[in-house]
Nanobody, 123 residues
Framework: QVQLVESGGGLVQAGGSLRLSCAAS????????MGWYRQAPGKQRELVAG???????NYADSVKGRFTISKDNAKNTVYLQMNSLKPEDTAVYYC?????????????????WGQGTQVTVSS
């Protein structure tokens, strides 16, 4: 089993910054990709940023130039540096990871989610 533990959310004024962290732990054979999604009240969950095992990032158009995703392979941790925050960035942010684990002599690849962390940007 794999656990994703997020931290770093909070309340910030518009124009401010926050840094989210997500650490993966458990019976990890390989982390294939990690990313951040967000869900605002009344809206669908959307991809914010993702990063492949090779380190290639991708971003939603709405956060390009403001957010930066990075990872520390040794710590199985992904980060989201959020700058120039706007009120419309207010949402619950969820960490996501595609992880391969060992199981009964083979491997299993599954999608895992963190519990979510609230980010609130005041105007």
């Amino acid at each position: 089993q794999v656990q994703l533990v997020e931290s770093g959310g909070g309340l910030v004024q518009a124009g401010g910054s926050l840094r989210l962290s997500c650490a993966a732990s458990g019976s990890i054979f390989r982390i294939n990709a990690m990313g951040w999604y967000r869900q605002a009240p009344g809206k669908q969950r959307e991809l914010v940023a993702g990063i492949t095992s090779g380190g290639s990032p991708n971003y939603a158009d709405s956060v390009k130039g403001r957010f930066t995703i990075s990872k520390d392979n040794a710590k199985n941790t992904v980060y989201l540096q959020m700058n120039s925050l706007k009120p419309e960035d207010t949402a619950v942010y969820y960490c996501n990871s595609v992880v391969t684990t060992t199981h009964m002599g083979g491997t299993v690849t599954r999608n895992y989610w963190g519990q979510g962390t609230q980010v609130t940007v005041s105007s």
